[in-house]
């Protein structure tokens, strides 16, 4: 089983930057992919960038541009970089893994998420 922690989130005024990441532990086969999530108060949960295992990319519209996913070498640990926040990027942000488990099986970990606020 997959456990995930998060760190990062905070508040900045619009225009700022912050970084997120979210670690991997326990036991796996593979991870096949790494994305983020965030969800707005009264809203749904909303994708915001994925990346796969070989390093290919895909960003929610809203965010192309601004913010950055990337894992380390060892492709454990996901971040997500984002620039030129604004108040609409306001939410909390989830971590979701997507990883075949020891049993054989494919699964999803979700991270507990880290809020971010920016205010204008």
């Known amino acids: 089983q997959v456990q995930l922690v998060e760190s990062g989130g905070g508040s900045v005024q619009a225009g700022g930057s912050l970084r997120l990441s979210c670690a991997a532990s326990g036991r796996y086969i593979r991870i096949n992919n790494m994305a983020w999530y965030r969800q707005a108060p009264a809203t749904q949960r909303e994708f915001v960038a994925l990346i796969e295992y070989d390093g290919v990319t895909n960003y929610q519209d809203s965010v192309k541009g601004r913010f950055t996913i990337s894992t380390n070498d060892a492709k454990n640990t996901v971040y997500l970089q984002m620039n030129s926040l604004d108040v609409g990027d306001t939410a909390v942000y989830s971590c979701?893994?997507?990883?075949?488990?020891?049993?054989?099986?494919?699964?999803?970990?979700w991270g507990q998420g880290t809020q971010v606020t920016v205010s204008s």
């Open positions: 979701r893994i997507n990883y075949v488990a020891t049993q054989g099986w494919t699964t999803n970990a």
